[in-house]
């Protein structure tokens, strides 16, 4: 059975910071992996997707990395800002669109 | 504008009282899932449909119906409600190209509280 773990669970950095959150899952057997951001209350944003064939996304200031040999994939936020503060979600999807996601990281930025 | 779209976005109700939570796409996705999200469990998947009349159990399907009658609505039916349903429930959609699959689309949730 997929298991996805994030960690950590909650990271709490000054503005201007670069950081790296980290997901791991266990079963390599995956199509694809979709890092997400969720506001308190709010739904789900997609930022980005990588297909198992590729190593990493970018958009703007996210990258995201993924190996799937070793079951991990990370996304790096550089020069962090205030508004990035969000649970920061990953979801590997196993097949015919089931994702299967992590508990998240809260990220909290300070100005 | 591309969008899914879930109704109503707040509902308490008492157990035992059927309900129904829409959801509908306008991005002509043939794949559409129903996920709930609950405090240190996260999201997991209720149903998922991969087109007009073909749907298949997710995770978490024991009692929830859902139905594809249409390409772009979802509904998830709750034909008994239980206090355990209490949570934020999530519609998706996606599509397909070749053998990829493409990111999922995320409706604004729905939180629902069984009494």
């Known amino acids: 059975k997929q298991e996805v773990t994030q960690i950590p669970a909650a990271l709490s950095v000054p503005e201007g910071e670069n950081l790296v959150l980290n997901c791991s899952f266990t079963?390599?057997?995956?199509?694809?992996l979709q890092w997400f951001r969720q506001d308190p209350g709010k739904g789900l944003t997609s930022l980005l997707l990588?297909?198992?064939?590729?190593r990493e996304q970018t958009s703007g200031r996210l990258n995201a990395s993924l190996d799937k040999s070793s079951g991990r994939s990370t996304l790096y936020i550089a020069a962090s800002q205030p508004g990035d503060s969000a649970t920061y979600l990953c979801?590997?999807?196993?097949?015919?669109?089931?994702?299967?996601f992590g508990t998240g990281t809260r990220l909290l930025v300070s100005p | 504008e591309a969008q899914v779209t879930q109704n109503p976005r707040y509902l308490i109700t008492v157990t035992g009282k059927k309900l129904t939570v829409t959801c509908s796409q306008n991005?002509?996705?043939?794949?559409m899932s129903w996920y709930r999200q609950d405090p240190g469990l996260g999201l997991r998947q209720i149903y998922y449909?991969?087109?007009?009349?073909?749907?298949d159990k997710g995770d978490v399907p024991e009692g929830y119906k859902v139905s594809r009658k249409e390409k772009r609505n979802f509904p998830l039916i709750l034909e008994s409600p239980s206090p355990n349903q209490t949570s934020l429930y999530f519609c998706?959609?996606?599509?397909?190209?070749?053998?990829?699959?493409?990111?999922?689309?995320f409706g604004p949730g729905t939180r629902l509280t069984v009494l």
């Open positions: 998706a959609s996606s599509s397909r190209t070749g053998r990829s699959y493409n990111e999922q689309f």
């Open positions: 079963d390599s057997a995956i199509y694809n």
């Open positions: 990588i297909q198992s064939s590729q």
């Open positions: 979801a590997v999807n196993t097949g015919f669109q089931k994702l299967v």
């Open positions: 991005m002509n996705h043939e794949y």
């Open positions: 449909s991969m087109n007009v009349e073909v749907t």
